[in-house]
């Protein structure tokens, strides 16, 4: 049975369309059910709906209160008959509302090697604190920020002459790497994928 994704967004949706190749290829078990975004002018909506796959904007300015623009949130994905959610630059901090109702179906990634540099502005406090390896983490959302179960990582080497973009860039290249491998996985086996997890080590740096 072909697990539906339902992809969260708030911006370029680079990692988006990372899983939305993956799923495309032949014997994948999942499909994508729909994008959403909270910005009606995020680029990535513009790329999916290219791609054929639904689209719906939630414009979180039009909502009173978090909780409201959540129960938006988890009425559209229901209504599009999501079983999984991806959440991929998805910036909006969710109430129980959606954490709850979709509690071990919600995957998100985050730029840093958890449980480092849990939160925002994670490159840049990466080379503050003098890393030599930093990455990216796939885990379980649930009601406490960037703190889930971690289904997968990356690991890239810190240059010494990096720059929060240049880092931030190495990164985002592993992000693509993991997060499908991480999402096909899960949707295949949820329990082997998390008994397993998924670790990738990028390229070092060019000597
Ligand atoms: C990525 O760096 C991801 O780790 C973070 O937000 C960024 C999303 O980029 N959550 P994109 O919209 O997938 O290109």
Redesign the pocket.
Known sequence: MTVRVGIL?S??????MALLDAMARPGSPSEPAVVLSNRPDAP?LAAAAMRGVPVAAIDHRAHASRESFDAAVDAALRGAGVDLVAC??FMRIMTPVLTDAWAGRMLN???SLLPLFRGTDTHARALAAGVAVHG?TVHEVTGELDAGRILGQAVVPVAADDTPPSL?ARV?AM?HRLYPAVLEAFAADPERARRERVALFGPPLSS
């Open positions: 967004i911006g370029a949706g680079s990692n988006m990535g991929a630059g990634i985050h730029p990216c931030a985002l992000e």
